[in-house]
């Protein structure tokens, strides 16, 4: 199973279960964010009119899921459950 980051221009969505919460307001900088839903922790962040969410598996206390694949002669690393670049 893998998360991504999800934008929407009036609701937070939770990036694990799509679920749509109405933010109280318009977060100034990224805040922590839980999910009564499906029980996940997530980030959430207010850019270019639209709220963006991201999953994280560290705040969910989860080991990210390492995956390397070489990339124009680097090695790009990111995980397979919440994509973010390790
Ligand atoms: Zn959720
Ligand atoms: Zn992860």
Redesign the pocket.
């Known amino acids: 199973m893998s998360y991504t980051d999800t934008l929407s221009k009036d609701e937070a969505i939770?990036?694990?279960?799509?679920?749509a919460h109405k933010p109280e307001s318009k977060p100034v900088e990224i805040e922590q964010k839980y999910?009564?839903?499906?029980?996940?922790n997530?980030y959430l962040s207010f850019n270019d009119g639209a709220y963006h969410t991201q999953p994280d598996c560290e705040i969910n206390g989860y080991d990210h899921d390492v995956m390397t694949r070489p990339s124009k002669g680097t090695d790009y690393s990111y995980c397979l459950v919440c994509d973010k670049e390790l």
Do not use: M, R
């Open positions: 939770c990036p694990y279960c799509k679920t999910c009564d839903e499906c029980g996940h997530y």
